[in-house]
């Protein structure tokens, strides 16, 4: 069996990957829970009128589980949310992941923004900083905005040391939004190469919205190689740690990655792993069978001739409840005479918590029952919630993402499904 070895260094990645989605998490109505200081912050500027104090974590494995044993969220949130979370490399001590900023406006009306750079809960010896028109691009989509960049401290805890580390963070408010509705990531990466039957690949690892020193879930290889890393889970350069993929004809796996992400050893795995096939409007939509929580065989054979829109969701997930509301609206216009399918995939620890959430949110079409390695959501690539495709009845998907989300929802149906009507 063929091995490889990719050595990594942490570098700048401003300008070769960029984020998937804008976080989103320090809109406190978005959060699942409260994030808090350990200690109150002090020293925002009086300066500043119509202040929003806003925080958020940095590393979300730590926190919650510190959160847990302080009292702050209850083990059944806590057993929600922890899929993921390795408990054995965390610590029960509170170790300060909190990022902490204060945005406002100064007298002459500029937006500013306050970071607590040295992360001691004191914006008193901060200096506030202008947030300058920007724009953010992200594939085919951009994204207009104001931003200011900052180096801040945050804490950390790995392999049983405790320790503190600057780290390069851009803030970026999206034009429309709110103050509250900052949007912020880490713009370094661990950035390497990798040479595959004599074609060399620029390669970098990287996570899902929220950065985390050591807990890398996604390897980046710059197939096209453009200069840049395209991170979204649904295209051509963005591979699940732990799941094979095909890269110059040759299927691999990774096998190991150490801790700190300094480097990570592949091993060549059956040929049968076939190259990836980017799920963008244009391609064609993998192929389901699922069983309804009815007892029904559904899948794309049962729905020729009519548009899907397949929906992932969970059930504890707050940002699929915002999303329920605009799919009824769907339902309730297209519906089946209407020439749409609806069919949501759900992932719950509990199906008692599936029925509720129906139940209670009036969600009247089918539903499969599919965790996130199940053969839907893995056919699909699902790495959060909502994940929602719309697909012709050709099969081919024509629209995805924040096309069918929201307010864009209707839009985005009454444009293809008006344009089929006879």
């Known amino acids: 069996m063929s091995e490889e070895q990719i050595e990594f260094t942490l570098a700048?990645?401003?300008?070769?990957?960029?984020?998937?989605?804008?976080?989103?998490?320090?809109?406190?109505?978005?959060?699942?829970?409260?994030?808090?200081?350990?200690?109150?912050?002090?020293?925002?500027?009086?300066?500043?009128?119509?202040?929003?104090?806003?925080?958020?974590?940095?590393?979300?494995?730590?926190?919650?589980?510190?959160?847990?044993?302080?009292?702050?969220?209850?083990?059944?949130?806590?057993?929600?949310?922890?899929?993921?979370i390795d408990s054995t490399v965390l610590t029960r001590q509170w170790v300060d992941v909190i990022l902490t900023v204060a945005v406002g406006r100064n007298q002459s009306g500029q937006l500013m923004l306050v970071p607590d750079t040295d992360n001691d809960e004191d914006l008193a010896d901060e200096e506030p900083r202008i947030l300058l028109p920007d724009k953010v691009v992200l594939g085919s989509r951009?994204?207009?905005?104001?931003?200011?960049?900052?180096?801040?401290?945050?804490?950390?805890?790995?392999?049983?040391?405790?320790?503190?580390?600057?780290?390069?963070?851009?803030?970026?408010?999206?034009?429309?939004?709110?103050?509250?509705?900052?949007?912020?990531?880490?713009?370094?990466?661990?950035?390497?190469?990798?040479?595959?039957?004599?074609?060399?690949?620029p390669v970098a690892l990287g996570f899902r919205t929220l950065f985390r020193f050591g807990r890398y879930e996604f390897f980046y290889v710059d197939v096209n190689l453009d200069g840049r890393f395209d991170p979204d889970p649904?295209?051509?350069?963005?591979?699940?740690?732990?799941?094979?993929?095909?890269?110059?004809?040759?299927?691999?796996?990774?096998?190991?990655?150490?801790?700190d992400g300094s480097s990570l050893r592949l091993a060549a795995v059956d040929s049968t792993v076939l190259p990836r096939l980017a799920l963008r409007a244009g391609n064609a939509a993998p192929e389901f069978t699922g069983v309804t929580l009815a007892g029904d065989s559904l899948g794309l054979e049962n729905l020729r001739g009519r548009f899907v829109l397949l929906h992932?969701?969970?059930?504890?997930?707050?940002?699929?409840?915002?999303?329920?509301a605009y799919l009824r609206g769907a339902h309730e216009e297209f519906g089946e005479d209407g020439g749409l399918a609806i069919v949501g995939?759900?992932?719950?620890?509990?199906?008692?918590?599936?029925?509720?959430?129906?139940?209670?949110?009036?969600?009247?079409?089918?539903?499969?029952?599919?965790?996130?390695?199940?053969?839907?959501?893995?056919?699909?690539r699902v790495v959060g919630f909502p994940t929602t495709y719309l697909i012709d009845p050709d099969r081919t998907i024509v629209a995805q993402g924040s096309a069918v989300r929201g307010d864009s929802l209707l839009v985005t149906l009454r444009m293809h499904l008006t344009s089929r009507a006879p």
């Open 12 to 84: 700048s990645s401003a300008e070769r990957l960029l984020p998937l989605t804008p976080a989103g998490t320090f809109n406190p109505g978005m959060a699942i829970f409260p994030i808090r200081e350990d200690g109150p912050v002090r020293g925002v500027p009086d300066t500043l009128h119509d202040v929003h104090l806003l925080h958020d974590f940095v590393d979300s494995h730590q926190y919650f589980f510190q959160s847990l044993h302080a009292g702050d969220i209850s083990a059944k949130l806590y057993n929600r949310i922890s899929t993921h």
């Open 142 to 201: 951009s994204f207009s905005g104001r931003s200011v960049e900052a180096n801040v401290k945050v804490d950390y805890f790995e392999a049983g040391i405790r320790g503190q580390r600057s780290i390069p963070v851009r803030f970026f408010l999206p034009e429309g939004a709110k103050a509250h509705q900052l949007d912020w990531y880490i713009q370094v990466h661990p950035v390497g190469s990798w040479t595959v039957r004599g074609q060399e690949y």
């Open 234 to 259: 649904t295209g051509l350069e963005s591979y699940s740690i732990g799941m094979p993929f095909n890269i110059g004809g040759t299927g691999w796996r990774i096998e190991e990655l150490r801790v």
């Open 312 to 324: 992932f969701w969970a059930p504890w997930c707050v940002y699929s409840q915002r999303e329920f």
């Open 345 to 380: 995939v759900v992932e719950a620890e509990q199906l008692a918590d599936v029925h509720r959430a129906i139940r209670e949110h009036r969600l009247l079409w089918p539903h499969i029952y599919q965790a996130r390695e199940d053969p839907i959501p893995s056919a699909y």
